[in-house]
């Protein structure tokens, strides 16, 4: 039901998604420092796999409903849940959507950054700081009182700004105690306004915008999901928790 509150986390479960959230945004870091042309993206997840483990934390989305690595791994046309391999080899001009979850003492961050692999186009640059700014707009209406639409239609308006496509199937989510909590969000207006936002919903928010059309498909391997015109895509997330004042982006890089 739409009027349905969302979950609040007390301080305790929020210091841990915090810590969750550190160790998630340092693994971000490493990844992106060893992105260069000619790296598989299997030498990426297992850089991320190790950085985890080392600090304590759990890859949440290892085994999660049977996915088979610690990243997912998304280059060019591949949306969002790509899987590593180490035959699949970065080109200079790729971008390359970086999707991580770490748990922590039970506990679960999620984010996603999209990169550039060397140098890329100058419509590639626009498609992530766009993105970016989509998901910047989201957070920004995290506060409490407005309600859920609120931060689907602020996204939806930065994609409409630049015309890009919107992945419709996919969107956020609560996430803390598990890696997929409800509401789901949709990154647009669905005409619903849903829950008013209190303090200490957490909530995982994360745009995909297309180059070309919205339409999308998985692939053959059950999990990869594709644009149906194979045009690039982009996808930014970050765990955010609703507080008195201004929301809190806990998974910020350092
Ligand atoms: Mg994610
Ligand atoms: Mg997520």
Redesign the pocket.
């Known amino acids: 039901m739409s009027s349905e509150r969302i979950d609040r986390k007390s301080r305790h479960e929020i210091s841990l998604i915090r810590a969750a959230a550190k160790i998630n945004a340092e693994t971000h870091v490493m990844v992106r420092d060893a992105i260069r042309p000619g790296i598989s993206t299997q030498e990426l997840n297992d850089i991320a796999e190790a950085h985890i483990r080392k600090s304590g934390g759990i890859p949440t989305f290892k085994g999660l409903y049977g996915f088979p690595a610690t990243l997912c791994i998304s280059v060019n046309d591949e949306v969002v849940h790509g899987i590593p391999n180490p035959n699949k080899i970065l080109q200079d001009g790729d971008v390359v959507s970086i999707?991580c979850?770490t748990t922590y003492k039970g506990m679960v961050s999620?984010?996603?950054v999209t990169w550039a692999v060397g140098t890329i186009s100058k419509d590639l640059e626009q498609l992530l700081k766009a993105t970016e700014e989509g998901l910047l707009a989201g957070i920004a209406q995290m506060v409490p009182g407005n309600y859920l639409e609120d931060i689907s239609g602020a996204i939806e308006d930065v994609c409409l700004k630049y015309g890009y496509g919107m992945v419709r199937n996919y969107g956020?989510?609560g996430?803390g105690r598990k890696?997929?909590e409800a509401p789901f969000i949709h990154n647009f207006r669905t005409g619903e306004r849903g829950p008013r936002l209190e303090e200490g919903n957490v909530l995982?928010i994360?745009p995909m915008f297309n180059l070309g059309g919205d339409d999308v498909y998985t692939a053959e391997d059950e999990w990869t999901v594709i644009t149906k015109d194979h045009l690039p895509s982009a996808h930014f997330?970050h765990t955010v928790v609703v507080t008195k004042g201004e929301p809190e982006i806990l998974t910020l890089l350092p």
């Open positions: 999707d979850g999620d984010s996603a956020g989510h996430v890696p997929h995982a994360e997330e």
